[in-house]
């Protein structure tokens, strides 16, 4: 996964009142003909809707959902993309990564903590738990879910509508964004709908983000079907596309029983500890078999 790696919000109630007549279909009707009672009603709402308003409803649905899976398409500086399909989890950030190529096993991000699944397992563990925060100071990181995407999106009034869409058949509108490292430590700044904390997260995780260009398509539904980011950092760039389905349905993500998980640290401590310890006993007997007048061992 691209290291990507890698938290924490409550809705107000009020986000279902904004989804009730905004988000139910594409296209635009015509205001004013009476017809606002009627199945196109929603349409015209919709047609009203600036994509500032379009992102801050979708946001207020998408985060008391908790959980979607996800179809996702990393490229890197290597330029060898990377597809990842599973779990997407958002307050907290969490992602599980499963039916990776190349024989990778299983992956499970819970904040800082990584679980790797092996088919060899550990002191009879199959799975190795390796914590991330080495320094002991919090790590900011975007965990590219669909709930981050909008939020990123909040109150960016350089957000523009391009028109309905059918992305892999769904019907969607398309929106789209070019935002500087200004424009992004500013989100939200408006609509002030993000808890307090999440803001501060946001702003730190985007810190070093020079650029990002994003293409996001929202379901008739309210929630995000495809996001496409292009992001800089430094002098790399970062392609991501990313699919999202299952809102609110998908397997929670959690972490492997703790019965099963090995830790990574401690598994290194004992080995070091055995390697100590086999260089004192040869040590032993190097010193046991030159008092004996046998020459002492012959190592390498």
Known sequence: MNTAVLTRVCVAAAGAALLM????????GKAGTGDEGKSDGGKAAQAEQTPADAVKASYLKTVPAKFATMDMTITGSSGKPERITGTKGWYPATTAIRDQAEGKGDQILIGDDIYTHSD????????MKMNLNKDGKPRYRLNDDPAEYLALLLGQDKLTLVGAEQPDGV???????SFTNADLLKADEVTQVMEAANRQYLREAVKDVTSLEVDLWI???GYPVRVDTVRTIGAGTTTVSAKFSGYGTAQPVVAPPADQVADFDAVMKGIEESRKE????LEEADQTLKDAGLGGLKRS
Request: net charge positive; glycine share 24%.
């Open 278 to 281: 086999t260089e004192r006993t």
């Open 171 to 177: 019907e969607a509108r398309h929106f789209k964004g």
């Open 120 to 127: 060899k397992p550990v002191q009879g563990k199959s799975w």
């Open 219 to 221: 379901g008739k539904d």
């Open 21 to 28: 007549g905004g988000l139910t279909a594409c296209g635009g």
